[in-house]
């Protein structure tokens, strides 16, 4: 069960530049192979599908936790694309919708247009969609751990990519976030084949090499430790961890650790403004508005914050 909680795990940049070319390139994040929607699943299925738990609960809380964490990591795509997608100058009674619309058929992916009313999609770089073909969840555990290792190296390279293609400042701050969090799955799934078979993949295969430490959108993260942690997602479940997660980082050296996650300390999303000439929400916003408000009124709700 997935307890949810209006926060994102880091913070993001408001909307700013319009970006559609940009963000069809950021889609391959939500929906490509190596996509934040393929580990999701992936490691869901695995949890799903994972015999004698009881027997062997610290690898179950692993391969389950960081699946939690996966929820976090699409929601963090889907904002960045929609900030990307937001045009801050077409938020009036009367947009032009043809030449708004044309820039993004010609410069980006139509479907966030036609389909996506300027939204993300669950769809890869070239517009195909996501598909459970991605799953490997084949019940072996030393298979599904090798998986996942290879899976977030995978991962690590294509966000790299993607960094290095797109410079819209939300795209930056998403990529540099995930490459610092990839990189401890990568770890902890390296770990715990080392605790299960003996084998160090992260020596056999010291790949991606991405020094992540030399990048500016990481840097935050790596200072605050969060290249070295585990966050456990549950108020009380998953305390087996700290069996198959433990030792020092194969490149910093630092110890490794699990930490109880504090949604109350995580950033709220941004609001991304309406975008009338898509009818998102609507082609007369102000409207839904109203009966918004007097909604809250009749059910005895405090009033909106004109500046909300």
């Not at 393929?38 to 004698?52: A, E, K, P, V």
């Not at 555990?141 to 977030?152: A, G, I, M, Q, R």
């Not at 916003?285 to 005895?300: S, T, V």
Request: overall charge negative; hydrophobic content about 35%.
């Amino acid at each position: 069960m997935i307890h949810r909680f209006d926060r994102l795990l880091t913070e993001l940049p408001p909307p700013s530049d319009y970006d559609p070319a940009g963000a069809a390139i950021v889609q391959e994040l939500m929906g490509g192979k190596f996509g934040e929607m393929s580990t999701l699943m992936n490691y869901t299925f695995q949890s799903f599908n994972y015999r004698d738990r009881a027997k062997t609960r610290p690898f179950y809380d692993l391969i389950a936790n960081i699946a939690a964490e996966e929820y976090g990591h699409i929601e963090l795509v889907g904002h960045t694309i929609g900030a990307m997608l937001t045009d801050l100058n077409k938020t009036d009674d009367s947009p032009d919708i043809t030449s708004e619309l044309l820039q993004g058929l010609s410069a980006g992916n139509p479907h966030h247009f036609v389909n996506g009313g300027k939204g993300v999609l669950a769809q890869d770089s070239r517009g195909m969609p996501w598909t459970g073909d991605n799953v490997f969840s084949s019940g072996d555990l030393v298979s599904d751990l090798t998986h996942n290792f290879f899976l977030e190296s995978g991962a690590r390279s294509g966000k790299l990519r993607v960094y290095e293609s797109v410079d819209h400042p939300s795209a930056r701050a998403l990529t540099g976030y995930l490459l610092v969090r990839g990189g401890v799955h990568q770890v902890a799934y390296a770990r715990a084949l080392e605790n299960l078979t003996g084998a160090d993949l992260s020596k056999l295969f010291p790949t991606p090499r991405i020094p992540t430490d030399k990048i500016p959108e990481c840097k935050p993260h790596i200072e605050r430790g969060d290249h070295a942690r585990i966050y456990r997602f549950s108020p009380s479940d998953f305390t087996q961890i700290a069996a198959v997660f433990n030792g020092t980082h194969p490149e910093t050296g630092d110890p490794l650790e699990v930490v109880d996650d504090d949604p109350e300390s995580r950033p709220r999303p941004q609001d991304p403004d309406p975008q009338p000439d898509v009818f998102a929400p609507d082609y007369a916003p102000e409207e839904i508005e109203e009966i918004a408000d007097k909604l809250r009124e009749q059910a005895g709700l405090p009033k909106r914050d004109k500046g909300e």
